[in-house]
């Protein structure tokens, strides 16, 4: 699959590694690939994140990825949800984190690891990539882009897409400022 990947949408996959090393975890997730997405300047997903204003708010989702992995992947809305039932995520996971340790709930996650190591994909991540394949062959389109990560981020039920639409970034505002940005480029 990564033979059909663009440049850009390589680079991101290699950022996210990166991103995997700077938080300690052992696997790449759609965490990382919106981290790494936030990292690029000079793409069509990094001008669909400026037109949103993404960039300017970056360490606020990175807060959020970090709360979301922090509580094991449930979201913002998730814990809204529970608290509507009476069930307190927060005091749940700090009463795991008082008898585990910090952060015991973060799936594939080593703090105290430093050396470098392949990572693997998580099923989310692997899902995210097969979604943007889905997308470049629906339309005809012969190479994936950074573009339909971010596309594909942005369809998934993951934390990635959670944070994204606590952002006010959804599916179809990344669509409407893609068609928009192809339409300067083709005047």
């Known amino acids: 699959m990564f033979e059909k990947f663009t440049a850009e949408a390589r680079a991101v996959v290699s950022c996210a590694a990166e991103q995997a090393d700077r938080t300690g975890s052992d696997t790449i997730g759609e965490p990382e690939l919106l981290l790494a997405l936030l990292d690029r300047t000079d793409s069509p997903a990094a001008g669909a994140l400026a037109a949103l204003g ?89 190479s994936i882009g950074d573009e339909h990560l971010l596309l594909a981020l942005t369809t998934g039920r993951g934390p990635a897409a959670a944070v994204l639409a606590d952002h006010g970034v959804t599916h179809e505002a990344v669509v409407r400022v893609l068609g928009e940005s192809r339409g300067r480029k083709a005047s």
Do not use: N, W
């Not at 979301?68 to 984190?97: K, M, N, P, Q, Y």
């Not at 015991?104 to 392949?118: F, K, Q, Y």
């Open 54 to 142: 993404l960039h300017e708010r970056r360490q606020s989702v990175a807060d959020g990825l970090a709360a979301a992995r922090r509580r094991g992947g449930v979201s913002a809305a998730d814990v809204a949800a529970l608290a509507g039932l009476g069930i307190d995520v927060d005091a749940i996971v700090a009463s795991v984190e008082q008898e585990h340790g910090v952060g015991a709930l973060a799936a594939g996650r080593s703090p105290g690891r430093r050396r470098r190591v392949r990572r693997r994909f998580t099923a989310e991540a692997k899902s995210v990539l097969e979604r943007a394949l889905r997308m470049v062959a629906g339309r005809g389109e012969r």
